[in-house]
């Protein structure tokens, strides 16, 4: 199919400039009582009113494709992606994570503002702009609503043919991890902050502990419960105003207002004689209106990192390296 370019073109600019427009608009801090760019009306509604746009300004030949109703709508959402980056509006791994919301989201829109077009509404024009501004009637009656914070667990666990000496020692103190034997592929890709070591002051309940990734993130953690070559249980604290602006994107730092790690555990079981099971689990926070979708990304991190943690305590002590 033969696409109109200057017609094409049109329908993608308009629907960018339309999304740069209500990102400004969502992130204003004199508006945060109203709108959140960390909302269902911001991530459902802003891609639908784009897919909707960019088929209400396509050409008709055009629009009675399927596959253009629903794909279209794609180019002006990864425009808008590319441009709001490049421009250090957001951050790339932001924007990755909620990806399949805004595409599912602006081929759905695509598909409505479709069936107008076919079909030459009468009121095809009223339509497409209430969908337009239902972000806006949207998101200050979701934000009068009380968000729930949920609390969510991370469970991993390895098996490890090494004496209950040699793994404890490599569980309370991480000495300095170097980049060959750093497996976090996930949080790697995403540009997350990769551990670098832990420090304890003590053995025993009350100590102190810090694990130090790269970037600037410190996290400081309390041991709340310890058994010898058993079992540390502690807090975890990262204070976001510490952590350099350049190391997360604002939405998913932790320890701000969306996402927090709250504590973790190391448990040791033992198999056989020669074989134990270490587990590390931890709990972490989520204050969003969309924690069903959000705690999927937040579960896979937690689970990359903690992995990535254990298969280094394996390598060592089973290697003493």
């Known amino acids: 199919m033969k696409y109109p370019s200057k017609k094409v073109m049109f329908a993608v600019v308009i629907p960018v ?10 992130g204003l801090a004199t508006l945060n009582d109203l709108f959140k760019l960390m909302s269902f009306a911001f991530l459902f509604f802003v891609p639908f009113g784009i897919g909707a746009l960019t088929i209400n300004l396509s050409p008709i030949e055009n629009v009675k494709s399927r596959f253009y109703r629903l794909c279209m709508p794609w180019l002006p959402i990864l ?32 598909e409505v503002a479709g069936f107008f077009k076919i079909e030459k509404h009468k009121n ?12 806006l009637f949207i998101s200050p009656i979701e934000q009068r609503i009380a968000t729930i914070p949920g609390r969510y667990k991370a469970d991993t666990h390895i098996d490890i043919h090494a004496s209950k000496e040699q793994i404890w020692n490599n569980v309370t103190r991480v000495r300095e991890i170097n980049e060959s034997q750093d497996k976090g592929w996930f949080t790697r890709f995403l540009g997350f902050p990769r551990p670098i070591k832990a420090e304890l ?12 990734f790269d970037k600037g993130l410190i996290f400081d953690e309390t041991v709340t419960d310890y058994e010898h070559q058993r079992k540390m249980s502690f807090t975890i604290k990262a204070n ?3 952590i350099p602006s350049t190391t997360m994107d604002e939405h998913i730092v932790v320890g701000g207002d969306y996402f927090d790690v709250l504590n973790g555990t190391y448990e040791l079981e033992r198999l056989n ?5 270490l587990h590390l689990y931890s709990h972490f926070k989520l204050t969003t209106s969309f924690n069903f979708y959000a705690s999927w990304w937040a579960g896979w991190i937690m689970e990359d990192i903690q992995n990535n943690i254990l298969q280094i305590v394996k390598q060592r002590a089973e290697h003493g390296n």
Request: charged residues 15%; proline residues 4%; glycine residues 8%.
């Open 17 to 26: 400039v339309f999304a740069l427009i209500l990102r400004g608009l969502f």
């Open 124 to 135: 095809e024009k009223m339509y497409i702009s209430f969908i337009l501004l239902l972000p």
């Open 273 to 277: 004689d020669n074989t134990y099971r």
């Open 240 to 242: 976001p105003y510490d």
């Open 201 to 212: 002051n003590f053995e025993g309940k009350g100590a102190f502990r810090k694990a130090i």
């Open 79 to 110: 425009v808008f992606f590319a441009v709001t980056i490049l421009l250090t509006i957001e951050g790339w791994a932001c924007w990755i994570m909620i990806m399949p919301v805004f595409l599912i989201a602006a081929s759905i829109g695509g």
